[in-house]
């Protein structure tokens, strides 16, 4: 089992940057395959990126603004995020599982992640 912590919620400008943290427990962090969600108020939630196991060679993005990164010796997973528009505003969530996926389709289901954080709020102002 791990334990997700996201970090590096914040309000910003619109046009701005920020960089979202999420640290996992466990020793065998590099075997999860880790993706990140959002949820704005009212609505679904719903993807934002994800990365395969091991050292990543597979990412997908719902935006080209975002990309994701993962530090196995750190046991972390990174969202950089640029170019936020109010419509980013919502709480984003850290997400892994052991399942074996390798498709988009696959890494952008929700029900496919087993194990899931505290979420971080992130608020874009125009």
């Known amino acids: 089992q791990v334990q997700l912590v996201e970090s590096g919620g914040g309000s910003v400008q619109a046009g701005g940057s920020l960089r979202l943290s999420c640290a996992a427990s466990?020793?065998?962090?590099?075997?999860?395959?880790m993706g990140w969600f959002r949820q704005a108020p009212g609505k679904e939630r719903e993807f934002v990126a994800a990365?395969?196991?091991?050292?990543?060679g597979s990412t997908f993005y719902r935006d080209s603004r975002f990309s994701i990164s993962r530090d196995n010796a750190k046991n972390t997973v990174n969202l950089q995020m640029n170019s936020l528009k109010p419509e980013d505003t919502a709480v984003y969530y850290c997400?892994?599982?052991?399942?074996?996926?390798?498709?988009?389709?696959?890494?952008?289901?929700?029900?496919?992640?087993?194990?899931w954080g505290q979420g971080t709020q992130v608020t874009v102002s125009s």
């Open positions: 997400a892994a599982t052991l399942r074996f996926l390798t498709t988009a389709h696959a890494m952008g289901g929700e029900g496919e992640y087993d194990y």
């Open positions: 990365i395969s196991t091991w050292t990543g």
């Open positions: 466990g020793r065998t962090f590099s075997r999860y395959v």
